[in-house]
């Protein structure tokens, strides 16, 4: 299927977010169910500050998901003029909570809020990988949560039977959020890892020998034809709005034309991040015994 030296002029196979999704539901649904027999339904707690639009939209497709997989979830609405000394309150109530097991605030969260909520989070609650004990954690191999987004990505490619071993592989993006943990997930798995940002040279020859490309940059079509080449598997994180279209990072055009296997943006990466994410709220009310 995928690393075939030279599709002809066959189109690259759709690599989609939602068989992945279904499959991690199917494999926590149950053990949520068992927790709730036992009194312990596993519960994830988002708190939202304003209302911004893509945080609302992710916040629809979370209930959603949460409710397939018997998750139960409730979003603490806070308004845009939020206090820092009010919202760190929230959390950490929310960290002496028993009966919540995950927490998710919905990030980038303006000014200095961002840091002090990412930092008032118990890395115990932190379902999405955004504390420094979580990714400490990562980066030790000690356990954790990695980054939803990040973590989707590697699910993606293990759903669609991509091995690691051994490859060259190339993550577009830096960030603490997507691109990081995403090279260090791979290295992880054995692959050989090449990290690219705004400072890179010749992205488009690192690109072109690689194997495995997760592009997180956030551009529209950074990722042109000149960055593909034949048998590659791409998965394209990024989110942009061009004209009202929602777009990756890739040409996809010219990706599809090349690669053995892309994501579609929308369609494949946002579904498995929500998917994800309920999943690590089943785990971490498993780890609490
Ligand atoms: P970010 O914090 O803005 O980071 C972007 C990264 O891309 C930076 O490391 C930056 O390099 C690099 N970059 C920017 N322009 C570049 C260029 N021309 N060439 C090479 N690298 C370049 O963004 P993020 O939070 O990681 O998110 C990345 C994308 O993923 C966004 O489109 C976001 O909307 C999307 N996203 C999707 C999901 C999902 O579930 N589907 C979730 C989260 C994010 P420097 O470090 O040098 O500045």
Do not use: W
Not at 219 to 247: H, S, W, Y
Not at 264 to 280: E, I, K, M, R
């Amino acid at each position: 299927m995928v690393f075939a030296p030279d599709r002809g002029t066959s189109m690259a196979e759709l690599l989609f977010g939602a068989p992945v999704a279904a499959a991690l539901t199917e494999r926590y649904a149950p053990a949520a169910e068992e927790l709730a027999k036992a009194g312990r339904r596993p519960a994830l707690a988002a708190i939202r500050v304003g209302e911004a639009k893509e945080d609302m939209a992710y916040q629809r497709a979370l209930a959603k998901r949460c409710g397939a997989m018997g998750v139960a979830f409730d979003a603490l609405e806070l308004p845009g003029n939020v206090s820092r000394e009010d919202l760190v309150k929230k959390i950490c109530d929310l960290n002496g909570n028993e009966a919540v097991h995950g927490v998710l605030i919905f990030r980038p969260l303006p000014g200095e809020l961002d840091e002090a909520a990412r930092r008032a989070l118990s890395p115990e609650k932190d379902v999405d990988g955004i504390t420094d004990g979580s990714l400490a954690g990562l980066l030790t191999g000690a356990g954790g949560f990695a980054p939803c987004t990040a973590a989707a990505c590697i699910a993606i490619l293990e759903h669609y039977g991509v091995s690691f071993r051994g490859r060259r592989a190339a993550v577009v993006g830096r960030s603490l959020v997507v691109g990081r943990p995403a090279a260090l997930l791979l290295c992880e798995r054995d692959a050989t890892v090449t990290i690219c940002h705004s400072r890179t040279k010749n992205l488009p020859k690192i690109l072109r020998e690689s194997e495995i490309i997760i592009a997180a940059a956030g551009r529209a079509n950074l990722l042109g034809g000149e960055c593909f080449a034949p048998g590659q598997v791409v998965i394209d994180v990024g989110m942009n709005f061009v004209n009202g279209k929602l777009t990756g990072d890739a040409d996809f055009a010219a990706a599809e034309k090349t690669v053995a296997a892309i994501t579609p943006v929308p369609g494949g990466v946002g579904a498995v991040t929500a998917a994800l994410l309920a999943a690590n709220v089943v785990r971490a009310a498993k780890n609490r015994g």
